[in-house]
């Protein structure tokens, strides 16, 4: 199992950037059962964040679409957990990468989970994560 990193999802739903494609197609497969994933809460708020403020969606869209993905059976949604917080103050100072990304590798590992998609090089500082690329460069 892998997990998701918030990028893919706005990417995903965000049909105006060039990454759109591939990360939609990968959403797309994980709906109909090609892949089975976790994705932490955080990545949900994250991925709202992003398409409401940056790319200003609007907010019943986004909130629409993120629960449509929510409750795909196909999705595991993992919680942020006190442990999750205290492990990715850990990740951060160790691997020198921002609070948001540690606590989802942070939120992945607690549940055995060591892949990620991400589009995000800054996983590959975490060595404890594997970031799968679905965006070919």
């Known amino acids: 199992m892998r997990g998701i990193d918030s990028n893919i999802l706005v990417y995903a739903l965000n049909e105006d950037l060039p990454e759109h494609l591939p990360c939609k197609e990968l959403l797309v497969d994980i709906v109909k059962g090609k892949h089975i994933v976790s994705i932490p809460s955080i990545v949900f708020m994250e991925s709202f964040h992003a398409l409401v403020k940056a790319f200003k969606f609007k907010e019943i869209e986004v909130k629409k ?6 409750d795909s059976k196909n999705i595991n949604v993992l919680d942020v957990s006190t442990s999750s917080i205290l492990l990715a103050f850990e990740i951060a100072n160790k691997y020198k ?7 989802i590798a942070a939120c992945l590992l607690e549940n055995n989970i060591q892949e990620i998609y ?20």
């Open 65 to 70: 679409r993120l629960i449509a993905i929510i």
């Open 118 to 137: 991400s589009h995000d090089s800054d996983f590959d500082k975490i060595k404890l994560i594997k970031r799968v690329d679905p965006i070919k460069t």
């Open 97 to 103: 990468t921002g609070g948001r990304d540690s606590l």
